[in-house]
């Protein structure tokens, strides 16, 4: 039985770790650096770092920032925000992250993903979806950081992002970012059922029990912000990751997050 | 002193955090000379076999493997790519590897054994199951896989698995839909699918007998391949 990888995500603001709700409203956390060292002997799964500011505000990765992140990381490590040229993307995967995650700069060129997973492989390459609402409120892919709308759906640009060689999706539902409502599962269940790579669920986790949830829906991982880092009394900030037993205790007979049943076994089984 | 081979394509920082961190010391070999006299060779890599397989021979590092391995015959761990481009090729690309172990890198099946679909590339830990035998296989086997009581669990992240022409050759498998050899070599070479720099004290206590096994062959000389 495999459990999906749990994955925090820790927010940047210009250089400050911080938390939000519905991608607004930024709250300041702290060092990123304390914080990473703190999942790093937590001994989480996996680690996303993601520069919400950069791309809206035209800026690139801060390099120096990244590589000392970086080396506070035993375990694997992805990078998104700001990320438009292939040399950044280099420089970020040889200071020590497994992934780059790209957004903004796919939609805006429309051959970045391709370019990186060639050179890189689609294992070093992990296409976001931001999911907001249009004008209309139509659901929709969005770009630099949730404040403007494409034309696509969220199981569009996700199909297009893996056809261009991304090996995995970060699924974000912006409307239930920070809110800790549970994920949106419907969401999940259909950009999982439009690809063949790992999709990363992230938006609206409160425990274990919603991953167990999100891996039912067709998720390979589950990422989340909010549920890891909150403010506790007088301002203190607390840094809080479920254990492996916790996981463990929790998902146990809980089928398989990886792999997707055909429709005809699924039907025999309920 | 390990020599890791810098060949552009693999996660060196995380390498060389890793061993600082259990004060090994290590030289990361950007040339052929960088790593002569080294008492191991550890040959990480990330993304595609040919363009892999490319660079390795561009920098000159495919004559100096061979030498380690067959000359010096000291011991090499070949990481993820690292550990494929060991073999005599890869479905992924058309350009033959160093051959040191027999048989192909293939991509994962689009189903897994029940039918199922199967999700590549494969993310994510899972455990490893020794196959009967393999620790006898040789000292480096023995020394490097985890032991009864042992944390194994390590972090993958690939869409190709190492299918070896000799059984004898895999040590250990992994499950994603189906079974995969997770660790394979033979006499002084040994490969893992998996990152030991990236799957915490898992990866880090193989490291660290990787580097102890290199330091007592180098002192007493007595080990046998």
């Given at each position: 039985m495999v459990i999906p990888r749990v994955i925090p995500c820790v927010l940047i603001k210009n250089g400050d770790a911080c938390k939000t709700v519905k991608f607004r409203e930024p709250t300041y956390v702290g060092d990123p650096v304390n914080i990473v060292r703190i999942f790093s002997e937590k001994e989480v799964d996996e680690l996303a770092i993601l520069d919400i500011s950069a791309s809206r505000e035209g800026r690139p990765p801060d390099l120096r920032q990244l590589e000392r992140l970086a080396g506070e990381c035993f375990m694997p490590a992805s990078y998104g925000g700001g990320i438009t040229t292939r040399e950044q993307a280099r420089t970020i995967l040889r200071s020590g992250f497994e992934k780059v995650i790209i957004n903004t700069a796919s939609v805006l060129t429309h051959s970045l993903i391709h370019e990186l997973a060639s050179e890189f492989g689609s294992q070093s390459v992990v296409c976001a979806v931001d999911v907001g609402r249009d004008i209309f409120g139509k659901e929709r892919a969005t770009i630099l950081s949730g404040t403007r709308a494409t034309r696509d759906t969220p199981e569009k640009r996700a199909e297009a992002g893996v056809a261009q060689g991304a090996g995995e999706v970060l699924l974000t539902s912006i409307g239930r970012d920070g809110c800790l409502c549970g994920y949106d599962l419907e969401l999940i269940a259909r950009v999982a059922s439009a690809v063949n790579v790992p999709v990363i669920a992230n938006g609206g986790a409160r425990g274990v029990e919603d991953f167990a949830a999100a891996a039912s829906a067709g998720a390979s991982a589950c990422a989340g912000g909010a549920m890891f880092v909150f403010h506790g009394r007088h301002r203190a900030v607390l840094i809080t990751a479920p254990s492996r037993n916790d996981l463990v205790a929790t998902l146990q007979g809980h089928r398989q997050a990886n792999i997707v049943m055909p429709i005809e076994h699924a039907a025999a089984n309920s | 002193m390990i020599a890791v081979v810098d060949?552009?394509?693999?996660?060196i920082a995380s390498l060389v955090n890793m061993f600082r961190r259990l004060t090994v010391p290590t030289v990361v070999a950007a040339t052929p000379k960088a790593m002569v006299g080294a008492s191991g060779l550890v040959i990480p890599g990330v993304g595609a076999f040919d363009a892999g397989i490319r660079e390795v021979h561009t920098r000159g590092f495919a004559d100096a493997i061979k030498g380690a391995v067959y000359d010096d015959r000291i011991p090499v761990l070949g990481i993820c790519l690292g550990m494929q481009l060991l073999?005599?090729?890869?479905?992924?690309?058309?350009s033959s590897g160093l051959g040191i172990v027999p048989g192909v890198a293939r991509r994962f099946p689009a189903q897994d054994r029940t039918a199922g679909r199967l999700r590549v590339p494969h993310v994510g830990w899972a455990e490893l199951t020794p196959v009967?035998?393999?620790?006898?296989?040789?000292d480096l086997a023995a020394a490097l896989l985890p032991r009864?009581?042992?944390?194994?669990r390590f972090y993958f992240v690939h869409s190709y698995y190492a299918d070896c022409a000799n059984a004898e050759h895999v040590l250990a498998t992994a499950e994603h839909g189906v079974s995969f050899a997770a660790a394979i070599g033979t006499k002084n070479v040994i490969g893992t699918q998996f990152h030991p720099e990236k799957s915490l004290g898992a990866g880090m206590a193989l490291l660290a007998r990787f580097a102890g096994v290199c330091l007592e062959r180098e002192s007493s000389r007595g080990l046998s391949w």
């Open positions: - | 060949y552009g394509m693999g996660n073999l005599e090729g890869s479905e992924e690309g058309v009967a035998g393999g620790s006898e296989r040789s009864e009581g042992d944390a194994r």
